[in-house]
């Protein structure tokens, strides 16, 4: 039987109908104060002197940021984090990124493959799509940041 | 003036004992009442630190430690804060004092803790941020620390041997204090030749989680005079304050910082202002200090704690380590007692620890580790959710 893809939390990135290229994490924004919030906030809005009577509206964020500071995990986590007791640990590379747009900071794990040698605080980098771990019935899908590759850096340039 | 006096200060030593929290409790609870002369049944509130890894008893603290110590009718409460538990403890002490709700207050935090990482409760909880940052990223509480450590060598310069500075200096007051977990020398060769956990950070520049317990006994400064403390230490100031929105700098449990659209992040991050606000309400100022307890959960977070509670400006906290001046001895000791990396952290217990060595120091009690002619400290320290937590004593 087919794994269904499944994100590990809902509501927080664009789903598989949409191309790799418009991945994007969602957050909500106030639309009588501008504050925009992630992981989205669909309640009320949090910014105190906000003056009220807006509506939280879902907000892409910004696909690029730069490399806030990075770190990795060179010994297995605790549940809930899912992992194989019984294969060796893999250390996974954890990226903060800031986003110039949104003025924030919002963690992720790097891609499969990024090492913390590949980073440095200041670097483009860019979110993809993931996968967090599979399961017997289920792919849990994730985000990922992503050095965005030198030449692309250029073509903006 | 608001202060009341601590008259009595007791701990249990740091360890990984593998008892109930209970009973760390209980025994710095009463070497806490031994110190101050003082009675169990003289005890008209307990406040206790909670602790959330022990069970149902760990919830409700001060009424469990009331129980220990037999049953006697006094107030209980019971309060959490993660690791400013034992600030808020205090705090609801000294507010009860101040009412004239109660004479003599016991402030009790204890823990009994788990071999590895700490863990969010169980079960299936994606509505709980400590939860999800354990399940979607895998995200320890060394993982942030790293985070902090790395941004402030690319911000500042610092390097990994800085970082091993710390541990080298706050090893070596613990291994002056008995009631520390780790009484042992330090050298920077094994700070580098530990185990990378969470690059750029090293397992000797984490502090490890332990067992132990740590009490108070406050109240009035006349009650002080009456049974026999004409010259108390005093607590001068309790903050217990949470962040400002937009709260601009990551911290645990949070996955992101707010977003900074809607309006600017105030002057003073999170951290820096849980001093200003003591120091205000201690009518008094860094330039005014003898020493300082600070959460070191890492090596580089002292550093950090030297720039928030202002004995420098930012970046410059290595400098102000490699100087001299906050190891025992200099201008300013920073963590007397040997700090986290000596101790390892008992959650509750430890805001409460951080004010008996200060009770200690300000006594001229602390042996050893004496600060000569201390008049001033204060205690910094910071739970996750937002808890603020620091205390000014004088003498």
């Not at chain 1, 501008?34 to 509206?57: K, S, T």
């Not at chain 2, 409790?25 to 909670?50: Q, Y």
């Not at chain 2, 071999?115 to 909880?125: H, L, Q, S, V, Y």
Request: glycine letters at 10%; proline letters at 7%; aromatic letters at 8%.
């Amino acid at each position: 039987m087919a794994r269904t893809r499944r994100p590990v939390v809902t509501g927080w990135f664009t789903d598989d109908t949409v191309p790799e290229g418009a991945f994007r994490l969602l957050g909500t924004r106030c639309s009588a104060c501008a504050a925009v919030f992630f992981p989205r906030e669909d309640d009320a809005c949090r910014n105190p002197v906000c003056p009220g009577g807006g509506a939280l509206g879902e907000v892409p964020l910004s696909p690029r940021g730069r490399v806030w500071s990075y770190t990795d995990g060179r010994y297995r986590p605790p549940a809930p984090y899912v992992s194989d007791p019984d294969a060796p640990w893999e250390p996974y590379t954890l990226v903060a990124v800031e986003l110039a747009a949104e003025g924030m900071v919002v963690l992720g794990q790097a891609a499969p493959g990024v090492r913390t040698s590949d980073l440095r605080v200041g670097q483009e980098v860019e979110v993809v799509p993931g996968v967090l771990n599979e399961d017997a019935e289920h792919v849990w899908t994730t985000w990922h940041w992503r050095p965005v590759a030198p030449e692309r850096t250029e073509e903006r340039a | 003036m608001n202060d009341i006096a601590v008259i009595g200060a007791g701990m249990h030593p740091w360890g990984k004992w593998g008892r109930s929290f209970v009973s760390y409790g209980t025994a710095a609870a009463r070497a806490a009442l031994a110190d101050a002369g003082l009675d169990w049944t003289d005890i008209g509130s307990v406040v206790g630190a909670d602790t959330m890894r022990c069970g149902y008893p760990g919830y409700v603290a001060g009424a469990t430690f009331a129980q220990a110590l037999g049953w006697q009718g006094a107030r209980v409460t019971s309060v959490y804060a993660a690791c400013a538990s034992g600030a808020q403890a205090i705090g609801t002490a000294r507010a009860q004092i101040l009412a004239g709700l109660a004479d003599a207050v016991l402030v009790v935090g204890a823990d009994s803790t788990p071999k590895g990482f700490f863990a969010p409760a169980g079960g299936e909880r994606p509505d709980d941020p400590d939860w999800l940052r354990f399940r979607i990223l895998g995200a320890t509480n060394p993982a942030y620390f790293a985070l902090y450590a790395r941004r402030r060598m690319a911000l500042y310069g610092d390097t990994p041997e800085d970082f091993a500075r710390v541990k080298v200096k706050n090893a070596a007051a613990g291994a002056l204090n008995p009631l520390a977990r780790y009484r042992k020398p330090v050298t920077a060769e094994e700070v580098a030749a530990s185990a990378v956990v969470a690059d750029p950070l090293r397992l000797l520049d984490i502090c490890a989680t332990s067992d132990g317990g740590a009490a108070l006994v406050l109240c009035g400064l006349d009650f002080a005079r009456r049974h026999g403390h004409p010259d108390p230490v005093r607590i001068r100031a309790v903050s217990t304050v949470s962040p400002t929105y937009p709260r601009a700098a990551l911290d645990l449990p949070d996955i992101a910082t707010d977003s900074t659209t809607a309006l600017d992040p105030a002057p003073h991050a999170f951290r820096a202002s849980i001093a200003r606000a003591a120091y205000e309400e201690a009518g008094l100022g860094p330039e005014d200090l003898s020493l300082a307890e600070v959460y070191d959960l890492s090596t580089a977070l002292e550093l950090e704690w030297y720039e928030d509670i202002g004995l420098c400006g930012p970046g410059e906290g290595a400098k102000l380590l490699r100087d001299g001046t906050t190891r025992l001895g200099g201008a300013l000791p920073v963590n007397t007692s040997g700090g986290l990396a000596s101790f390892g952290e008992a959650v509750p217990a430890q805001a409460i620890a951080q004010v008996c060595e200060l009770t200690w120091q300000l006594r001229g009690t602390a042996g050893d580790r004496q600060v000569p002619g201390a008049r001033a400290g204060i205690t910094a320290n910071q739970g996750l959710f937002g808890h603020g937590s620091a205390v000014v004593a004088v003498r």
